[in-house]
């Protein structure tokens, strides 16, 4: 509509000019009447003119709005989602201590449950933005969208690295290390996977056939932490992955401290054993800890 009437107005802007070049003298009632029209017209003009570059700035102003007001919502929907996927581990380490210890198959029953229930909240939580992806300009779509899906594989390979076997353990954990340094930090998990201080100072090998192994680490932790693991050779290997596995923890640096220790492997010639505070809020001290561990086929 503002295109037409600036169309009109030019049309009577150029009429005037040329009904004004034909006459051979102009009265002052005609001037007058030429020049009123010709303001009018100008006027229309320069309104439409200006109407529409600050209708352009509006817009572009409103983008910026809309774009900043996207970026921290989106931040704070993937906050949230960290937020429930700390809850997760949590119970997910409580239900791991139930099952290792062999206590109320109901209350892990229940705290599988409750688990399954805050990730659903978390998947529906992430659909939220995309009302935001509809909105904001591609740039800011581009970056929140690799943002949410960085965050949801980093999620994956947190929990994939409790089941995989220790030889794929290392390259996993450099991936979610490298994962957790291209996100920002409000949008990554607390966990220690990436702050790893154990290492083995002495392999004593107790019993080694080719049906049971048994033998005793002593791990040094360089610095106070909740938790270690290490990586560890057997002296001959396995016609075939282990199938039972225990460990034990026969010397720690605090004796009244609950520290919980396992041994797993999914491969015939190496095995990870961990060591864990399981005391709230009270880390394993620096120093050596012997574990001792064995496994059969």
């Not at 939580?125 to 980093?154: E, F, M, P």
């Not at 353990?169 to 996977?193: G, H, M, N």
């Not at 720690?252 to 015939?268: C, E, H, K, L, P």
């Amino acid at each position: 509509m503002r295109t037409i009437i600036s169309v009109l107005s030019m049309i009577v802007i150029i009429v005037c000019l040329i009904w004004t070049s034909q006459l051979s003298g102009i009265d002052t009632r005609e001037g007058l009447l030429v020049s009123i029209i010709l303001a009018i017209a100008s006027s229309v003009i320069s309104w439409a003119i200006s109407s529409f570059y600050s209708e352009k700035t509006l817009t572009a102003e409103n983008t910026k709005l809309i774009d900043r007001i996207g970026e921290q919502s989106s931040e704070k929907i993937l906050n949230q989602s960290k937020q429930l996927y700390s809850i997760e581990q949590y119970l997910d380490e409580k239900q791991n201590i139930l099952l290792e210890k062999d206590l109320s198959p109901e209350g892990s029953i229940f705290l599988e449950s409750t688990r399954n229930m805050i990730r659903l909240v978390r998947s529906s939580n992430n659909t939220y933005i995309n009302d935001w992806t509809g909105v904001v300009s591609d740039k800011v779509k581009d970056s929140i969208i690799k943002q949410r899906n960085a965050q949801s594989q980093l999620f994956e390979d947190i929990n994939l690295i409790r089941h995989v076997s220790p030889d794929k353990r290392e390259k996993l954990e450099e991936k979610i290390e490298k994962a957790s340094q291209d996100l920002p930090s409000y949008l990554v998990p607390v966990t220690t996977l990436k702050e790893n201080h154990a290492s083995i100072i002495e392999h004593i090998y107790i019993e080694d056939t080719t049906s049971i192994k048994k033998g005793r680490l002593k791990i040094y932790l360089a610095e106070d932490c909740y938790k270690g693991h290490v990586v560890g050779k057997f002296l001959s290997t396995f016609s075939n992955p282990p199938k039972k596995s225990t460990s034990s923890m026969e010397k720690a640096v605090s004796r009244d401290q609950q520290i919980n220790t396992f041994a797993r492997t999914g491969t015939v010639y190496d095995f990870h054993v961990g060591i864990k505070s399981i005391e709230y809020n009270i880390p394993l001290k620096k120093g050596i800890y012997e574990v001792e561990y064995c496994f059969e086929e």
